[in-house]
């Protein structure tokens, strides 16, 4: 009498296969072999219906008795693809998360665009209390599946209430950057954003202000270019009262870019620069008036000039 699991388990070989060959009976013990079994009965026959029967029998078995994730977790590999028990299997495993890392790793091993995948990405999203967790989970769903449209209505959800609890631009900002692209929830933060942008503005009294407010303010709209010309009005001031290098150096490098102010400010800075270059009459003093001109300008090639000539033998 041929040992059928001996022989199975040496040659790597299934015992459906081995006693279908043999024109031995099926033995429909246990799951590995009732799986087996139909996985090896022609399609439709008695012998697949048989099998699938018993495979849903010990299925059900193996659901009920899993007390523990990883009980669940084989429970849920064994049933069959699109059948009822995958589904019970899946929500079995469900109610033993604790976690939302139980939650997200049941999830991930739920077959993409099923019954099961669906169910798990609810729970998941049970589990999420922040913004950025409902953003991971949104994030592994599939493009256009029932878990993309769970996630983006949670992601939504807490999309609103950020915005609807921001007190200050700061929150405003974050909870613009939060928001879904193109979302009514991204309109609604950016509303808010500009108020706090131009309440900023409006009470910028000076030119330290009035950079921060510039460099926080949404790109594109009214309040950036409110901003500027605000910065721009101190930055002129500046510009002005500026008497020595060092004041000329600050309010060029304060000044917005691409602005008639941050020229104003480089010529001042130049006209400074000269007149230490042509008032250096030490190799320190030198030294100074090259580190001092500005890069890459006429002054700072006639420092290097005046500098060399110290190195005269």
Not at 97 to 121: F, G, P, Q
Not at 145 to 163: H, P, T, V
């Amino acid at each position: 009498m041929i040992d059928v699991q001996a022989m199975s388990q040496a040659e790597g070989i299934s015992e459906a296969a081995i006693r279908k060959a043999l024109g031995m009976p099926n033995v429909l013990a246990t799951l590995e072999q009732v799986r087996s079994a139909y996985n090896c009965a022609p399609a439709g026959s008695e012998d697949q219906k048989l099998a699938m029967a018993k495979w849903r029998e010990f299925s059900a078995q193996e659901i009920a008795a899993a007390t523990t994730l990883e009980q669940a977790h084989k429970a849920y590999s064994s049933a069959r693809s699109g059948s009822e028990e995958k589904v019970l299997a899946m929500a079995k495993l469900l109610s033993l998360c604790m976690t939302i890392a139980d939650a997200k790793n049941v999830y991930d091993s739920a077959i993409r665009r099923s019954a099961e995948k669906k169910l798990a990405m609810i729970k998941l999203l049970s589990f999420c209390t922040t913004i950025e967790q409902v953003q991971n989970a949104h994030a592994t769903a599939s493009h256009e599946s029932d878990e993309e449209k769970l996630s983006m209505a949670k992601w939504r959800e807490f999309s609103a209430q950020e915005i609807a609890a921001a007190t200050t631009l700061e929150q405003a900002q974050r909870a613009y950057n939060n928001t879904p692209n193109n979302s009514e929830e991204e309109e609604l933060a950016m509303i808010k954003w500009r108020e706090f942008s131009a309440q900023e503005i409006a009470a910028a009294t000076t030119l330290e202000q009035a950079r921060k407010a510039y460099d926080r303010v949404p790109d594109g709209t009214e309040e950036e270019a409110l901003a500027k010309a605000k910065l721009r009005e101190f930055s002129a001031q500046e510009i002005t009262a500026a008497t020595t290098l060092e004041q000329a150096r600050e309010a060029h490098n304060r000044a917005p870019h691409g602005t008639k102010e941050r020229m104003a400010a480089m010529i001042k800075w130049r006209e400074f620069s000269a007149q230490e270059i042509a008032a250096a009459t030490t190799l320190e003093q030198a030294r100074k008036a090259y580190e001092n001109a500005p890069n890459d300008s006429e002054e700072q090639e006639l420092a290097l000039i005046k500098l060399a000539s110290f190195y005269e033998k």
